[in-house]
């Protein structure tokens, strides 16, 4: 993803440990163990909240959780890392209208610096790709290069297998 002038200096991955789901949980820290295991990735943790549903119409009552904090952890690291001087190009990759702020931020106070937004396959918000300063998309061949091998072996011996359902 990176252009021929681009030295990448960092790469920070945001997420919130799986509570509600044994199997998504252990898929989650597998994934996590083996990207903790072959990079140097800093990740930064949101939560899940509670979260119960009531239907109106019929009065079913069920919890599905909300995500907290991720955004916000994005957005506070992203501006500090423009503010501290720590990047020349940001390449952001995410879905979430909720980061137009800190890019607006930044682009105002921080005018040498430049966003690109990462355009996974999927919904995008417009907003936010108009307010980055360029946008690519990611295609297939970038996924297939960007993930992490069908087996990683940890320091201590155990073995990490990919899941079938992340082929």
């Not at 252990?26 to 996590?32: E, H, S």
Request: net charge positive; aromatic share 10%; hydrophobic share 35%.
């Amino acid at each position: 993803m990176l252009r021929r002038n681009q030295k990448l200096e960092a790469v920070k991955y945001f997420t919130a440990k799986v509570i509600n789901n044994v199997s998504k949980r252990q898929k989650q820290n597998f994934y996590l163990e083996a990207l903790q295991e072959l990079t140097n990735v800093d990740i930064f943790f949101g939560r899940y909240q509670p979260n119960e549903i009531n239907c109106n119409t019929c009065g079913a009552c069920w919890s599905a959780p909300k995500e907290k904090k991720t955004d916000v952890n994005i957005a506070t690291q992203m501006t500090a890392d423009a503010f501290l001087d720590n990047f020349d190009d940001a390449i952001l990759i995410t879905r979430d209208s909720d980061l137009v702020p800190p890019v607006e931020m930044i682009k105002k106070h921080c005018t040498n610096k430049k966003i690109a937004l990462a355009i996974a396959p999927g919904s995008i918000s417009n907003e936010l790709k108009q307010k980055v300063n360029y946008s690519f998309y990611m295609n297939k061949r970038i996924f297939r290069l960007s993930q992490l091998p069908e087996e990683v072996k940890k320091s201590n011996g155990y073995l990490i297998r990919k899941p079938q359902s992340w082929i």
